[in-house]
């Protein structure tokens, strides 16, 4: 597909983004998203990191397979779970579950850097082929259990999880710094919630269910 079709379409994902922000803003609490992270998901190819056959549907807001029963999330959960993260510029990420690496590329966009967790090894070398493709060089990759977060780190500014587990893993409570924020999706398969989770200073969590979602099941947990 021409380098001028696909910019295109990103431009029409922008669109969609922004609009679909504007429909939930009651959800959400706001009307938009920040610039910041408007600007990193129209800087990052999303064509890079989705199977061959499938990027044609890159830009679409949909998500697409990535192989092994998982899925690049739809466009505008990418956007949405960034945003409510609140990334500064020179804060520490970490990511549970790479997958091909899309996320962390619109992560390392936005803070100092990203440390991502991926249990299944295929995927994980596949990310960080294509993350030393698009120059991301502040994101760290390791194969892992990532209920278990990334110790060796830790504390985390921010916290992303791209899978589901039925309740907040403790070890991802434990490595974020009091103040920090975490975005989660969290519930039994057919009753998940995407939650905003904040880690007040005396060390407990104020957490707000944000939306309905479904995700793949975190693995290990």
């Known amino acids: 597909m021409p380098i001028e079709d696909l910019e295109a379409l990103r431009e029409h994902m922008l669109a969609v983004i922004a609009a679909s922000a ?3 803003r009651d959800a959400i609490g706001k009307n938009a998203f920040d610039e910041r992270v408007m600007a990193a998901m129209g800087k990052v190819p999303r064509h890079e990191f989705v199977q061959i056959e499938h990027r044609p549907y890159a830009y679409a807001n949909i998500p697409l397979p990535i192989g092994y029963e998982k899925t690049i999330s739809q466009p505008f959960i990418v956007a949405l779970m960034t945003d409510l993260l609140d990334i ?7 990511e549970i579950g790479t997958g091909l ?5 619109i992560l390392a966009q936005l803070a ?5 967790v991926e249990i299944i090894e295929e995927l994980g070398q596949k990310a960080k082929q294509r993350l030393r493709q698009q120059r ?5 990759l390791k194969i892992a259990n990532g209920y278990y977060g990334w110790s060796e780190h830790a504390p985390f500014d ?18 974020l710094k009091a103040g920090g924020k975490m975005v989660i999706p969290a519930g039994l398969p057919d ?4 939650i905003l989770a ?6 407990r969590m104020a957490m707000k269910e944000i939306l309905s979602v479904r995700f793949s099941q975190l693995e290990g947990a």
Do not use: W
Request: glycine residues 4%; negative net charge.
């Open 136 to 140: 991301c060089r502040n994101v760290e």
């Open 191 to 194: 009753s998940q919630q995407l």
């Open 101 to 105: 690496g899309y996320q962390a590329a």
């Open 112 to 116: 100092r850097k990203v440390y991502s």
């Open 158 to 175: 921010k916290v992303i999880v791209t899978a589901a587990p039925d309740l907040v893993p403790t070890p991802l409570i434990h490595q």
């Open 198 to 203: 904040e880690k007040l200073d005396n060390g």
């Open 88 to 94: 500064k510029a020179d804060d520490s990420v970490l």
């Open 22 to 24: 504007f429909e939930l």
